[in-house]
């Protein structure tokens, strides 16, 4: 059975950093276009970055503005989303899923994800 787990949310302050976690089970992540989304309260669930499955192309939403990176690491099956400078809009749920499909880009959009995990919250507060 095919799994996702996101782990590494908690609370951060303005300006803080957090790395979250993406783990697979049941299948290697790798093979696929894994991407981060979000949903804050009161809003649509809102794409945060993608990575290709093979190229590792990444593609980040216009709000990371340089401050998050996704990663792969293929030994440990996991993808990462390490975020720095966080602000207080960056509170919300992040979610990791999988289209279970590969390619040269990677869908920024939700609907396009077949595979979710359960999310992980990240708070940015003083």
């Known amino acids: 059975q095919r799994q996702i787990v996101e782990s590494g949310g908690g609370l951060a302050q303005p300006g803080g950093a957090l790395r979250l976690s993406c783990a697979g089970s049941?299948?290697?992540?790798?093979?696929?276009?894994i991407g981060w989304f979000r949903q804050a309260p009161g809003k649509e669930r809102e794409a945060v970055s993608c990575i290709t499955a093979g190229d590792d192309n990444t593609y980040y939403g216009d709000f990371v503005k340089g401050r998050f990176t996704i990663s792969r690491d293929t030994a440990n099956n996991t993808v990462y989303l390490q975020m720095n400078n966080l602000r207080p809009e960056d509170t919300a749920v992040y979610y990791c899923?999988?289209?279970?499909?590969?390619?040269?880009?990677?869908?920024?959009?939700?609907?396009?994800?077949?595979?979710w995990g359960q999310g992980t919250q990240v708070t940015v507060s003083s």
């Open positions: 049941g299948f290697t992540l790798h093979y696929y276009n």
């Open positions: 899923g999988t289209d279970m499909w590969f390619g040269r880009q990677c869908p920024m959009e939700s609907s396009q994800y077949r595979v």
